[in-house]
């Protein structure tokens, strides 16, 4: 398949550019997989879709504020950003350096007046660097200082609150960016959703920038996914495969639950505990081993994503929803509506 198989044509006002006030307030498109046939709810309708013997698997990773402004220790007059992407350890992270034709190993850099400093320790063949950390005290703390949360490029207002790009239930520091499907969650609405008798499970996945990485080869197969580091811990496999051997059906909160319970199940459906790194990439022609529903966003034309859901609903199905959507008004990306594959 060829990567403008998946292209469509989006309006920039729809594009949404801030979080809605009431978590819960968007919109919710329904598409039923076996039948195409597309409905207009509301996200709290959620409550009414969901069965008692569901498990509902949310990604439970918390974005870090990975942003950070500084400048080069050799010459304070010349800017520097950098993009944390893995924790490597030690005081290692690999990371994304703007300016990047000067960025060499061996070159130094500060960031809030000294409160932190780094040094290029290695330039990957994929033009990332490697950044050994020195600071004093809790490196979370001074990121949490200094960081900003690292935005999509397509958002270009500025965030207010930081909470706002950062799931409820966040859990596992890691991610450069949010698992956007989740932000439609309150505690109450989660509080609810369990009351009616439907489990809830944790994966891990720390979002990176591969996930949003443009594809940039013709044909789809053959384009590289980075990978990223994914946890499954046995309890909850154990939450998962119960629900499936009750006859309830897993519904994934996000592309990354979806990548995560794919790369963990065996061809039978049995979810199995494991952690690494995963560069798992769905695309249409891919049999689901683990998923029956997603919760999902809308996402951007010719991306991994968009063929992650065609490979679950059907690329013909996809697109005519995207394009209900559209005409329907909808809010598109991180922090717009939401969709209900099932």
Same mark, same amino acid.
């Given at each position: %398949? ?26 919710? +498109? ?52 950098? +993009? ?28 809030g007046e000294g409160a932190l400093t780094g040094e290029i320790v290695k330039v990957n063949d994929d033009g990332n660097r490697l950044i050994k950390f020195e600071f004093s005290g809790i490196f979370e703390e001074i990121l949490d200082r200094l960081g900003e949360m690292p935005l999509p490029p397509y958002i270009t207002a500025k965030l207010e609150d930081k909470d706002r790009y950062q ?21 109450? $609405? ?14 891990? +996945? ?50 990354? =639950? ?16 494991? =952690? ?17 529903? $997603? ?12 063929? $992650? ?24 990306? =991180?922090?717009?509506?939401? %969709? $209900?594959?099932?």
């Open positions: %398949m060829n990567k403008s198989d998946f292209y469509y044509e989006l309006p920039e006002e729809l594009i949404a550019q801030h979080p809605l006030k009431d978590r819960t307030g968007s919109r919710l +498109l329904t598409l039923d997989k076996s039948t195409g046939e597309v409905g207009h709810r509301n996200f709290t309708d959620i409550l009414d879709i969901l069965r008692p013997e569901d498990v509902l698997v949310v990604n439970n990773t918390k974005v870090i504020p990975a942003r950070l402004m500084g400048v080069r220790t050799d010459d304070p007059a010349k800017n520097v950003e950098i +993009l944390l992407l893995a924790d490597k350890s030690d005081g290692v992270w690999e990371v994304i350096v703007k300016p990047g034709k000067w960025a060499r190993e061996g070159h130094k850099l500060t960031f799931t409820v239930y966040a859990a596992e520091p890691g991610s450069a960016a949010a698992p956007t499907a989740g932000l439609h969650f309150t505690e109450e $609405l989660m509080d609810e959703i369990r009351q009616k008798g439907v489990k809830i499970a944790n994966v891990t +996945l720390h979002v990176g920038l591969g996930t949003f990485r443009p594809v940039k080869t013709d044909n789809i197969q053959d384009h590289e996914m980075h990978s990223e580091f994914y946890v499954l811990n046995p309890d909850q496999a154990q939450i998962i495969n119960d629900a499936r051997a009750r006859g309830g059906r897993i519904v994934a909160v996000g592309t990354t =639950s979806v990548r995560t319970l794919e790369t963990c199940a065996d061809e039978n459906g049995i979810l199995h505990s494991a =952690s690494g790194y995963t560069a798992k990439f769905i695309y249409p022609g891919y049999k689901f081993n683990a998923v029956d529903c $997603l919760i999902t966003n809308f996402h951007l034309p010719e991306s991994t994503l968009v063929m $992650l859901v065609s490979a679950l609903a059907g690329r013909e199905a996809i697109l005519s929803a995207y394009n209900q959507a559209i005409a329907e008004r909808y809010r598109f990306f =991180s922090f717009g509506d939401a %969709m $209900l594959i099932y």
